[in-house]
């Protein structure tokens, strides 16, 4: 693709934005696939990178937890849009500038009726029914095999709050194929 666009003659004037909604296990941990129940690091570490069409910033990292919700906000505003005021989602075109987007200290996620939190260090995972709260700390135990939770759970209240406040104030109610209240 970037190539096609150097030969067209339109990178210069081309943003492209590359990322993934999920990841996949691929054998890890006995699973292969995106599993509801075990929402490793694989599923959630996902690739979020926008090539600016003059290369500014090409090569830098950020540690900034993008969404999928980030997309339109900043499609947008590199294109010169201002976003309606019902739109969620920050404007990462900021970070072209030198300018930071708002401080977002969580992630959060869900597939099926299985929800997640992380702040970096801890992941949380839970059904949304919050039975046996899951909580791995990825510095200690990248592979997240084991459940510290019982030994942490001023960090559960603190991601269980985070999950509570994305979704609205109440945490959603899943059958087996739908949403049935919040």
């Known amino acids: 693709l970037l190539n096609k666009l150097d030969d067209l003659g339109l990178a210069e004037r081309t943003v492209v934005l590359y990322l993934s ?3 996949l296990t691929l054998g890890e941990q006995g699973i292969i696939g995106k599993s509801r129940s075990r929402l ?3 599923i959630h570490h996902v ?3 926008i090539r600016h069409p003059e290369g500014n910033r090409a090569g830098d990292r950020e540690s900034y937890f993008a969404s999928t919700h980030d997309v339109a906000q900043t499609v947008l505003s590199f294109a010169g849009v201002r976003a309606p005021g019902a739109m969620n989602g920050e404007d990462l075109s900021v970070l ?3 300018r930071e987007p708002p ?6 996620s869900c597939y099926a009726n299985y929800l997640l939190a992380g702040d970096g260090r801890f ?3 839970t059904d949304s029914e919050e039975n046996e709260p899951e909580l791995y700390d990825s510095r200690e135990d990248p592979e997240q095999v084991r459940n510290v939770a019982d030994q942490n759970p ?3 209240q603190e991601l269980r709050q985070a999950l509570i406040d994305d979704a609205g104030g109440t945490l959603p109610q899943f059958a087996d194929e739908e949403v049935i209240g919040g």
């Open 96 to 98: 072209f500038d030198g």
């Open 154 to 156: 001023d960090k559960v």
């Open 47 to 49: 690739p979020y990178m």
């Open 21 to 23: 909604d999920h990841g």
């Open 103 to 108: 401080e977002r200290r969580y992630f959060t």
């Open 40 to 42: 490793q690091y694989h």
């Open 123 to 125: 992941i949380f995972i």
